[in-house]
């Protein structure tokens, strides 16, 4: 089975080759390597052409485009890309040697199914694990895995092509949450989804370089805007209990909101949540500001729970 690895690159030259090093050794051997160099203006495609003249370089492409952003690089990727299945990653990103081979395997097992969800961990700049994420066999409610962003990530899944293109591709104009709303726009295609439960992808976080780190307001309004989207879909076909839990966390989501923009938080809460909505004890919303909450309101409670936390 031909899989097409699909790499945007944009001023990653310290990064890339240790990336491709482990797409180049994994034990799957029917790759395409597709590297979309987004502008970059430092050393990443004098990078990129002598990784070519190295070993099995002969499976490395390289495309140059002028800058527009990650998201394009990988439509263009994905236009240029035969494999049936493709495997996204990010330049600074890695891949144990067995990742694609025994997603490979477990696809065939499964019937070919549209996404395999992928479990991974996430590294900081000293490798040290910040997070690990294992998923099980039984998936439960895919909707709710896609709203608790519980669905992998960009690089632990495999995406088969024709869904993916189904989809529309990426949406070049989202600055973050951008796998999942490829995702949502793939669900609502109602896929066959299969999940991972071995853990062969590493996510690196870096100290520079990524807008999560640089635009946290605008993250998060795009982030709950998407569990706008979610539940707009989805409570046509549920009833108001099994919207609770739904409901509860976009409650949730907007409170973190709160901490970066109020004004976007106190619109949220005021006109996107059920009238006679109540929320209930999570791991974001315990006990005690569940008391003020049913007192106070949502934006008195928020300024208390803002100078005291």
């Known amino acids: 089975m031909r899989i097409s690895v699909v790499i945007p690159c944009y001023n ?17 051997a029917d790759l395409e390597v597709i590297c979309v ?12 052409r002598a990784i070519q003249e190295g070993p099995r370089g002969e499976v490395v492409r390289v495309i140059e485009q002028a800058n ?18 493709i495997q996204f990653m990010d330049a600074d990103d890695l891949l144990h040697p067995r990742k694609i081979g025994h997603q490979v395997r ?30 099980t066999k039984r998936k439960g409610d895919v909707w709710m895995h896609l709203m608790r962003t519980d669905l992998g990530n960009t690089i632990s899944n495999l995406w088969k092509r024709s869904i993916v293109e189904a989809a ?26 299969f999940f991972d439960t071995e853990q062969y992808t590493t996510v690196r976080k870096r100290e520079t370089g990524s807008i999560t780190q ?31 839990p739904f409901h509860q966390f976009l409650f949730d989501s907007i409170r973190v909101l709160y901490e970066y923009d109020p004004k976007a938080a106190l619109e949220f809460h005021r006109t996107r949540l059920p009238k006679d909505f109540k929320p209930t004890a999570s791991p974001t919303t315990r ?15 928020q300024r208390l729970w803002a100078r005291f936390h």
């Open 106 to 135: 477990l696809a065939v097992k499964a019937g070919r199914p549209d996404l395999i969800v992928g479990s991974f961990e996430i590294i900081d700049p000293k490798n040290q694990v910040l997070q690990e994420r294992y998923y």
């Open 168 to 193: 529309g591709g990426w949406d070049e104009g989202m600055r973050s949450s951008q796998e999942y709303d490829l995702m949502f726009r793939i669900l609502l295609l109602d896929p066959t989804v």
């Open 287 to 301: 006990g005690t500001y569940l008391g003020l909450y049913n007192i106070l309101g949502f934006r008195a409670t």
């Open 12 to 28: 990653v030259e310290g990064y890339v080759k240790e990336c491709l090093d482990s797409i180049l050794a994994q034990d799957h």
């Open 68 to 85: 527009q952003g990650a998201a394009a690089a990988r439509n263009r990727g994905l236009k240029e890309a035969s494999g049936e299945y």
């Open 37 to 48: 160099d987004d502008g970059s203006t430092d050393g990443t495609v004098a990078s990129l």
């Open 214 to 244: 640089t635009n946290l307001g605008g993250n998060w309004v795009r982030y709950v805007n998407l569990r706008l989207r979610i539940i707009e879909h989805i409570r046509k076909h549920r009833s108001d209990a099994e919207m609770q």
